[in-house]
């Protein structure tokens, strides 16, 4: 049988993707290859949403074509959605395109006409194990004016309550030992049992020892009394990543993100009044019209809301959204200086928040352990967790308490207690 090699960019939707056509191509007794050269099925799935990524996929792209020939590749994901042109210039005409990122089924199908597949199976993939990736909204409609999502991905489809309460207590059931429901704008989920807070607490009913969490918050959508409901739940993780892309709020409005500093301040307060949660965000450097004033207020904030990890992007234009066509581009020289100015704050903050647990016990979830005794997890509040454990070694997806000793700002290390 042929090997399959998928390469995968972007967010956490193109993660289950993949990891759902993986899981399809194992059951159709196909296996994974380590390299390019051993590879019989290649599949790139693409990401638009910084120029960066996609100058990656389609080098990636054109060195699969001239090692496997178009025909044996898959090219899918927003970059596939957006620019097929380029892709079939770059590899050539016998190359697949999947067009469309709206479910996963619909890429199962073109990929099953390139090779076979195993029966679709609903229960989350296996190759994310211990975690299950859960949609509840598809696509979006909250037109960031930076943002290709909208365009790439299309407008929102909510996923079915009972569907979402039947993977998720699936997923429990056979053994997964963390739920992270997806959304690009998650709280725009509408469902008859409710928005997103009444299907979380559904799901904190359901039995069994787990975690979940969710991705990705906008405050625009987001009430202070949803996110005081939320941390009152019994099985979910104490993190919140809620983006803020700029502390300023003229241009915040630019954005069209629909929310200004002091509403994300109200939302971030029960987080921040609690030192068991963390807060995470992204942010944007460098947006049109950026002025080194609006500038400092982002730092101001960066460092007033004390985040515990920040995405940190520049500013890309993507062709067709409205920022592309504003006037006023920041330089890109002016871009890095403030990218690297606020990366240095960033990395700090990193540092502090996690050295202030150095003497504690924390609960980590295992995400990988080795017969010598060390081990990898994530702990409650989504940090990082290095550990020393003595025999028996703990399985892949329990859940330990680890005491710890240091930390960098890349995260804690610890020896597991019993
Ligand atoms: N739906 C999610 C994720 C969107 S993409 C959300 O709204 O949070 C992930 C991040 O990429 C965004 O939060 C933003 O910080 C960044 N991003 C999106 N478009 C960008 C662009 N044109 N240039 C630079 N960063 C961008
Ligand atoms: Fe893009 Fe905004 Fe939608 Fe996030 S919420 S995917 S940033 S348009
Ligand atoms: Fe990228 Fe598409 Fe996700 S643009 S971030 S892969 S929705």
Redo the contacts with the bound molecule.
């Keep these: 049988m042929s090997g399959f090699l998928i390469k995968t960019f972007g967010c956490q939707f193109n993660q289950l993707y993949s990891a759902t056509i993986a899981d399809a191509l194992t059951r159709g007794g196909h296996r994974p290859s380590e390299s390019l050269g051993e590879a019989s099925l290649v599949i790139i799935n693409t990401c638009a949403v910084r120029e960066k990524a996609e100058e990656k996929a389609f080098s990636f792209l054109g060195e699969a074509a001239k090692l496997v020939g178009a025909s044996h590749i898959v090219f899918m994901g927003c970059t596939a959605t957006l620019d097929k042109e380029r892709a079939v210039r770059i590899a050539g005409r016998g190359l697949n395109v999947v067009e469309g990122t709206a479910d996963v089924e619909h890429v199962l199908a073109v990929v099953g006409t390139v090779v076979p597949l195993g029966e679709l199976d609903c229960t989350a993939p296996h190759s994310l194990f211990p975690t299950a990736d859960i949609e509840l909204v598809r696509g979006?409609e909250?037109?960031?004016t930076y943002?290709i999502?909208?365009r790439a991905r299309g407008p929102e489809v909510v996923v079915d309550v009972g569907e979402v309460l039947h993977r998720a207590e699936r997923a429990v059931g056979s053994g997964f030992s963390e739920l992270l429901f997806l959304g690009?704008?998650i709280n725009r989920y509408r469902s008859s049992l409710g928005g997103l807070v009444e299907v979380m607490c559904s799901v904190d009913e359901l039995d069994g020892n787990f975690w979940f969490w969710f991705l990705?918050s906008?405050p625009a959508n987001f009430t202070p009394d949803e996110v005081k409901r939320l941390m009152e739940l019994r099985h979910i993780e104490h993190r919140l990543h809620l983006p803020l892309q700029s502390g300023s709020d003229r241009i915040l409005e630019r954005m069209n993100r629909r929310h200004t500093v002091a509403d994300y301040g109200r939302l971030a307060e029960p987080i921040r009044e609690n030192a068991d949660w963390t807060l995470t965000t992204d942010i944007i450097v460098g947006f049109p019209g950026e002025t080194d004033d609006d500038f400092a207020h982002t730092v101001d904030a960066v460092r007033g809301f004390r985040f515990d990890g920040v995405f940190l992007a520049k500013y890309s234009d993507r062709p067709g959204t409205p920022s592309s066509r504003m006037q006023d581009k920041v330089p890109p020289a002016i871009i890095d200086e403030r990218h690297s100015f606020l990366l240095n704050i960033v990395q700090d903050l990193s540092e502090q928040s996690n050295q202030v647990l150095a003497g504690r016990f924390l609960d980590v979830l295992v995400l990988s352990a080795h017969a010598g005794g060390n081990a990898f997890g994530r702990s409650i509040d989504g940090r990082n967790v290095w550990f020393l454990c003595s025999e028996p070694v703990p399985g892949i997806g329990t859940f330990v308490s680890v005491a710890i000793d240091h930390s960098s700002r890349e995260g804690l290390y610890g020896t597991r207690v019993f």
């Design positions: 979006c909250s037109y960031c943002c999502v909208p690009q704008n990705s906008h």
